[in-house]
């Protein structure tokens, strides 16, 4: 008779809601030397939205002293190509450790914008595998005072060596990519969404519309990256008890010759019009949404 019950072997818990993993692949991590992991995307959101309002309360405040509450490079923040090159590759990264060990990680990258004046971009982030992971705030600023402030803690090398901890085991470079891929995914949510769109505490609740989503999308989009990968969206549109929505799910394609290999890296519900317009980019490869 099989044995059901035994206290010899692992067990695991998202710590915000509590559900229990028997496999540890099954948990996921945002923090480099951390053991507190989480059973989704939306978990880790509501976890980590106190933090998320206290940065963003400081920077509104910062804004207000330096008198830079509307300022224009603020638009910046509206092109993928720099939050990318920014989480890719920054340029100074300062480590801000709090009583307890925890690790806060401020990044910042320099660019020109087409007259030649220098702008800023800056977040203040997790790191897991040596990479970017959770952003708990995301800026641009032409002002000197400003960024001054995103320089805390110790600063590490002028350009960290993102992933150098990994092994160089295709399974590693997979999981770097997707994990670099969802952060981007992420902070685009956060930039784009509005309030009254679905909110991130209930994402946990529409997971079931993955499956229904990729076996019987609405639309396919495909697309290149800047990174040079195959990146497919599927949308479909739902209609439950509290309207309508779209449910999106973005895959990376390994083998961008051929049709295997599809990896989920992020999926989510949203009612924004404005949502839809920016995840249905690139060139649409399957169906059209129905009427």
């Not at 002028?158 to 997979?174: C, F, T, V």
């Not at 509005?194 to 519309?209: A, H, R």
């Not at 990968?229 to 010759?257: E, H, P, S, W």
């Amino acid at each position: 008779m099989k044995k059901n019950s035994t206290f010899k072997k692992d067990y695991y818990f998202c710590n915000k809601c509590g559900t229990i993993f028997e496999q540890s692949a099954d948990v996921l991590f945002v923090e480099d030397d951390s053991t507190r992991g989480f059973c989704s995307e939306s978990c880790i959101e509501e976890f980590f939205r106190p933090m998320v309002r206290v940065f963003e309360k400081i920077e509104e405040s910062l804004r207000n002293e330096y008198s830079l509450d509307e300022e224009e490079s603020l638009k910046y923040l509206e092109s993928s190509a720099y939050l990318e090159k920014l989480l890719k590759e920054p340029e100074e990264v300062w480590l801000h450790k709090n009583d307890f060990g925890e690790k806060y990680y401020f990044i910042i990258s320099t660019f020109k914008d087409q007259k030649g004046e220098v702008f800023y971009l800056a977040s203040i982030c997790l790191f897991y595998q040596s990479r970017p992971s959770f952003l708990f705030l995301v800026t641009a600023t032409s002002s000197e005072k400003l960024i001054s402030e995103f320089r805390v803690g110790t600063k590490l090398n002028d350009r960290l060596p993102m992933g150098a901890n990994l092994n160089d085991s295709k399974e590693a470079e997979i999981v770097k990519t997707i994990e670099r891929k969802k952060s981007f995914i992420l902070a685009e949510l956060l930039r784009l969404r509005e309030n009254s769109d679905i909110s991130f505490y209930e994402f946990s609740e529409f997971e079931s519309y993955i499956d229904p989503t990729i076996d019987g999308p609405d639309e396919v989009f495909s697309f290149i990256d800047e990174a040079g990968d195959k990146i497919q969206t599927f949308i479909k549109a739902f209609d439950n008890d509290q309207g309508a929505f779209f449910y999106f799910v973005t895959c990376l394609k390994l083998n961008r010759k051929s049709e295997d290999g599809l990896v989920p890296i992020f999926s989510f519900p949203s009612r924004d019009g404005n949502i839809y317009r920016k995840f249905s980019q690139g060139n649409r490869v399957s169906g059209n949404l129905k009427s």
